[in-house]
């Protein structure tokens, strides 16, 4: 489904300062510099974003398939029609902009940017009763309120995506959907109370409101800027908070026949989907365990194991290009109470013939593989001259060295 544009304007043109966040700074301060340091304010600039466009455009003509949730405001405005001239669009139009958000009207399906865009000087939000202002109107609306479940739809629309082979190969709406956050009713939680946590506060500087329940625009996840982008390092502590709070680790070294087993479990504990998400298969996670005695490893070589997704090509093989991906190898952890999965996974056991004095775990995540930059560069859509490196998280690291039967663990 395209994206579908409403211009139900008062006058007989649009007021394009309503479409300019630095026009809502003047009132939501906070919000806008949370905002901008987002990845929704990127989107529309991130250069692997454009050098997969670029690519996407010449080997599967992919038309507006990924402008339409990058760059919603552009499409609609007719100011771009598949992103390839995003250096001409105005730099308030490149990303998913407040109006992106605060404009959705209705969600007619949960992925490919399935809503309706209404660019009539409404802005949609959480606040039941907004006060009256001069500058723009104001609405309650479900879909930005993440304290109704339905306001999850409304990221689900570009959250979840459908490739040009109907491969389901976004699914967080969809995992969601599934689990305990969607269905229990004591522990329901929406997209937002985990991405947009909030503070108490007023809701603009310029006149007096009521005391609110605010939601933080930082939206972090796991994504990162590559450029010298706005609050890049509080947007990288924030994603390290996150993920640090995402998974349980227990690591046992218990006797066994001639030495000691070593066993890993890992836990989706928060998530209120898959870990990871998104856009999975570009994800790297992966474990690493090393086991010694006496400072020697027990191993040949530290045993790892990935923890994310993998994209298959009609002939199986590995690929990062999404146009490409026929199936989905699933490697990660569901979230909590996923229909017919576990969330808790024991990943290894190793019967040892020594006892080891010193058991080490690390789980390491980067948002992008290198295997994708490295493409991408060969195929002259993407200059990594001036990018910085995607970043490496490490959430968990365990150390054991204490008695045999005994366990460790990061929670």
């Given at each position: 489904m395209s994206?579908?544009?409403?211009?139900a304007?008062?006058?007989?043109?649009l007021?394009?300062?309503?479409?300019?966040?630095?026009?809502?700074?003047?009132?939501?301060?906070?919000?806008?510099?949370?905002?901008?340091?987002?990845?929704?304010?990127?989107?529309?600039?991130?250069?692997?974003?454009?050098?997969?466009?670029e690519?996407?455009?010449?080997?599967?003509?992919?038309?507006?398939?990924?402008?339409?949730?990058?760059?919603?405001v552009?499409?609609a405005?007719?100011?771009?029609q598949?992103?390839t001239?995003?250096?001409?669009?105005?730099?308030?139009?490149?990303g998913?902009?407040?109006?992106?958000c605060?404009?959705?009207?209705?969600?007619?399906q949960?992925?490919?940017a399935?809503?309706?865009?209404?660019?009539?000087?409404?802005?949609?939000?959480?606040?039941d009763?907004?006060?009256?202002n001069?500058?723009?109107?104001?609405?309650?609306?479900p879909?930005?309120?993440?304290?109704?479940?339905?306001?999850s739809?409304?990221?689900?629309?570009?959250h979840?995506?459908?490739?040009?082979?109907?491969?389901?190969l976004?699914?967080?709406?969809a995992?969601?959907?599934?689990?305990?956050f969607?269905s229990?009713a004591?522990?329901?939680?929406?997209?937002?109370?985990?991405?947009?946590?909030?503070?108490d506060?007023?809701?603009?500087?310029?006149?007096e409101?009521?005391?609110?329940?605010l939601?933080?625009?930082?939206?972090?996840?796991?994504d990162?800027?590559?450029?010298?982008?706005?609050h890049?390092?509080?947007?990288?502590?924030?994603?390290r908070?996150?993920?640090e709070?995402?998974?349980?680790a227990t690591l046992?070294?218990?006797p066994?026949?001639g030495?000691a087993?070593?066993?890993l479990?890992?836990?989706?504990?928060t998530?209120g989907?898959?870990?990871?998400?998104?856009?999975?298969?570009d994800?790297?996670?992966?474990?690493?365990?090393?086991?010694?005695?006496?400072?020697a490893?027990?191993?040949?070589?530290?045993?790892e194991?990935?923890l994310?997704d993998?994209?298959?090509?009609?002939?199986?093989?590995?690929?990062?290009?999404?146009?490409e991906?026929?199936?989905?190898?699933?490697?990660?952890?569901?979230?909590?109470?996923?229909?017919?999965?576990?969330?808790?996974?024991?990943?290894?056991?190793?019967?040892l013939?020594?006892?080891?004095?010193?058991?080490?775990?690390?789980?390491?995540?980067?948002?992008?593989?290198?295997a994708l930059?490295?493409?991408?560069?060969?195929?002259g859509d993407?200059?990594?001259?001036?990018?910085?490196?995607?970043?490496?998280?490490?959430?968990?690291?365990?150390?054991w060295?204490g008695?045999?039967?005994s366990?460790?663990?990061n929670?």
């Amino acid at each position: 489904m395209s994206l579908s544009l409403l211009l139900a304007c008062q006058g007989p043109e649009l007021d394009e300062a309503l479409l300019d966040p630095e026009t809502c700074r003047g009132c939501h301060p906070d919000h806008v510099q949370q905002w901008e340091g987002s990845m929704h304010a990127y989107a529309g600039q991130d250069p692997v974003f454009r050098a997969m466009n670029e690519r996407g455009q010449r080997e599967a003509d992919l038309g507006d398939f990924c402008i339409k949730c990058h760059a919603p405001v552009a499409l609609a405005l007719g100011l771009t029609q598949d992103g390839t001239n995003l250096d001409e669009v105005p730099d308030h139009l490149q990303g998913v902009t407040c109006a992106s958000c605060h404009g959705i009207e209705s969600v007619q399906q949960h992925n490919n940017a399935g809503f309706t865009l209404s660019l009539d000087g409404v802005f949609r939000g959480a606040l039941d009763g907004p006060v009256d202002n001069d500058v723009h109107g104001s609405t309650y609306s479900p879909l930005q309120d993440r304290n109704d479940s339905s306001s999850s739809e409304l990221c689900g629309s570009c959250h979840d995506v459908l490739t040009p082979l109907d491969v389901d190969l976004e699914r967080t709406y969809a995992q969601w959907s599934e689990t305990i956050f969607n269905s229990g009713a004591a522990s329901r939680q929406s997209c937002g109370h985990c991405h947009m946590r909030g503070r108490d506060g007023q809701t603009t500087t310029t006149i007096e409101t009521p005391q609110r329940r605010l939601h933080d625009h930082s939206m972090a996840a796991v994504d990162v800027a590559l450029t010298d982008f706005p609050h890049r390092a509080e947007q990288l502590e924030l994603v390290r908070t996150e993920l640090e709070s995402t998974l349980l680790a227990t690591l046992c070294v218990i006797p066994a026949s001639g030495g000691a087993e070593v066993t890993l479990e890992l836990d989706n504990v928060t998530a209120g989907h898959h870990f990871p998400s998104g856009a999975s298969h570009d994800r790297r996670v992966w474990g690493r365990l090393q086991v010694h005695l006496e400072g020697a490893d027990l191993l040949d070589e530290p045993w790892e194991f990935g923890l994310h997704d993998r994209g298959l090509d009609a002939s199986g093989e590995e690929t990062q290009l999404f146009w490409e991906v026929a199936s989905i190898e699933e490697r990660g952890l569901p979230g909590v109470n996923t229909i017919g999965l576990p969330h808790t996974r024991t990943y290894r056991q190793v019967v040892l013939g020594d006892v080891p004095d010193s058991v080490v775990f690390t789980l390491s995540v980067t948002p992008l593989p290198e295997a994708l930059l490295e493409s991408l560069e060969a195929s002259g859509d993407l200059d990594r001259s001036e990018l910085l490196d995607p970043p490496t998280f490490t959430p968990i690291s365990l150390s054991w060295a204490g008695e045999l039967g005994s366990c460790v663990t990061n929670g």
